[in-house]
């Protein structure tokens, strides 16, 4: 990763991409077929940024073992909160498959 892209970074712009996508899925149901891209762009960028925060902590974890107990509590919120990114991205991104135009 880029030294400029950080876990702070990323749970940021993850978790606000995760709010969007949320208010848009149930947006999408009622008005259709206007808010598929937004929704899909929004789930996408929240999954990558889990799947980049995981990754960047799983580093961290390798590389840095003398950290220590302090550290521990902020790696344990670092992974679920990549976990819930990932997931929820997931389940909506499954939820739009079929609604794809093509």
């Known amino acids: 990763m880029a030294g400029w892209w950080t876990i702070g970074r990323a749970s940021g712009i993850g978790a606000s991409a995760a709010v969007i996508a ?4 149930p947006l999408q ?8 891209w937004p929704l899909l762009a ?3 960028l929240a999954g990558l940024c889990g799947v980049s925060i995981l990754l960047i902590t799983a580093g961290d974890m390798l590389f840095h073992r003398r950290r220590g107990e302090r550290i ?6 670092d992974v679920l909160l990549g976990l819930a990114l990932v997931a929820i991205s ?7 498959a079929g609604q794809l135009p093509g």
Request: charge should be positive; aromatic fraction near 10%.
């Open 22 to 25: 949320c208010l848009l899925w």
């Open 29 to 36: 149901r009622a008005y259709g077929e206007s808010l598929i």
């Open 90 to 96: 997931l389940i909506q991104l499954q939820d739009m």
């Open 72 to 77: 521990r509590p902020v790696r344990a919120f």
């Open 42 to 44: 929004a789930a996408g």
